[in-house]
């Protein structure tokens, strides 16, 4: 047992390393974030001006493509808010794997509601490559003969303005791609609230600290809009078709065709359901599993961001250590803090959302469970996605288990109307 002690000594002082090492880290990575936004608060002033001062006259035709797959929670206002666009040419193309879909009840509802809206449904049929909606994006893609479009999730909430203040930013040639921050709107339920804060909070953060720090070089995969001849220069959304994360693939590979990515000052919801505590991880660990074999340094260095963890470390080394417990006491509140500052700027004073002023103390909770999230990614390569199972594999690629998969069947669509 003498040799038990020293053993215990050096085990402590290596995690109060750890503790300390992760609270200087987090808040560097807080001093990046507050600098990012204050950046990009201040870089937004010009291209809003600008975007809005473009005569409708110049603004050229655009295909909003819309992949459907089931019902979802308030899909029919999310699909509304797109038929309501203030623009004067516009077509929404809707993708679903067969007719059946309940979502296309919804589509042909709205398209009852508003004939003056072109529109045109694609089914695309079983997918035969490994990311089904891409799959259908190349059907839809392939129905549209204009040169600008907007690739847009179903959970999607936007306003009338949305078009007109991104589509103006393509008209520059050297630009291929325009994407748009996004903040969570919650259901019932504090695991969605927790979920939409985080989407409020922690993916603008590491948004804005990315784009600052290598400019954009990737796409949110809520809204896209981009230019025929961009895709195309990046070999086509076909390009994308391996990948769980299709959208950070295709800015990826625009921006690596010398077009540049412009993140937008505008934003849009994403509307969330409410789902239990298991489901909403379950979805955040198939998003970091993904970053895990597609960006695996950047994964692996994203642990030293959050604060909570390493101030709760702190804490319970104090409390076992009555020397020490002022200390992790400190070191515990500083990371609340720390969270609680984070929600504030980003949350409310980079994308407005009212509940990151309300909801700021709960945050921290968030960045813990998100540290939870992102030890339990390092295990396993499987995921399931819609009803699917899939496996990761080098560089973020992925393989159904259940289909069979081929990237040489490229056809038309197979209906349309």
């Given amino acids: 047992m003498a040799g038990a002690a020293p053993a215990w000594h050096l085990l402590r002082q290596l995690l109060w390393s750890v503790a300390l090492m992760g609270s200087l880290t987090s808040t560097v990575f807080l001093g990046m974030v507050l600098f990012a936004a204050a950046r990009y608060v201040m870089t937004c002033r010009t291209p809003r001006q600008r975007v809005l001062g473009v005569p409708l006259r110049e603004l050229p035709p655009v295909t909003i493509l819309k992949p459907l797959h089931g019902m979802e929670p308030r899909l029919e206002e999310n699909l509304e808010s797109f ?42 049929g079983e997918p035969s490559w490994p990311n089904a909606k891409v799959y259908s994006l190349s059907k839809m893609i392939a129905s549209s003969a204009d040169e600008f479009f907007v690739i847009s999730d179903s959970d999607v ?9 991104v589509i103006p930013l393509l008209l520059n040639p050297k630009v291929g791609m325009v994407t748009c921050l996004y903040k969570g709107i919650p259901a019932r339920g504090i695991w969605s609230q927790l979920e939409a804060l985080g989407m409020s909070i922690a993916m603008p953060s590491g948004v804005l600290v990315a784009e600052m720090v290598d400019g954009m070089k990737f796409a949110l995969g809520a809204v896209m809009a981009v230019r025929r001849d961009a895709v195309e220069a990046a070999g086509g959304i076909r390009e994308t078709a391996y990948f769980y994360s299709d959208d950070f693939v295709l800015g990826n590979r625009i921006a690596e065709a ?6 937008s000052h505008y934003k849009v919801g ?64 500083m990371a609340w803090l720390n969270r609680m500052l984070l929600a504030l700027v980003v949350g409310w004073g980079v994308m407005r959302d009212r509940r990151s002023l309300w909801l700021c103390w709960l945050y921290p909770l968030h960045d813990l469970l998100g540290f939870g999230v992102w030890a339990a990614s390092f295990a396993g390569k499987t995921f399931s996605w819609r009803g699917e199972t899939y496996q990761f594999g080098n560089e973020g690629r992925i393989t159904p288990e259940q289909r069979p998969i081929s990237l040489l069947s490229h056809g038309l669509p197979q209906g349309h109307d």
């Fill in 157 to 165: 909430l936007v306003r009338p303005d949305f078009l007109r203040n």
């Fill in 258 to 263: 010398g077009y540049e990515v412009v993140l």
């Fill in 83 to 124: 038929f309501r666009q203030d623009y004067p040419n516009f077509t929404i193309v809707f993708g679903a794997r067969s007719r059946e879909d309940q979502a296309l009840s919804v589509v042909d509802r709205l398209r009852a509601r508003y004939p003056q809206v072109q529109t045109q449904i694609v089914v695309s």
């Fill in 270 to 333: 994403h509307v969330l359901a409410s789902r239990s505590l298991r489901r909403t991880l379950g979805d955040q660990l198939r998003w970091m599993k993904s970053t895990r074999f597609s960006r695996p340094l950047g994964h692996v260095g994203s642990g030293l961001t959050y604060a909570v963890p390493f101030g709760l470390l702190a804490l319970l080394l104090g409390l076992g250590h009555s020397h020490h417990l002022r200390a992790g006491f400190e070191l515990f509140l």
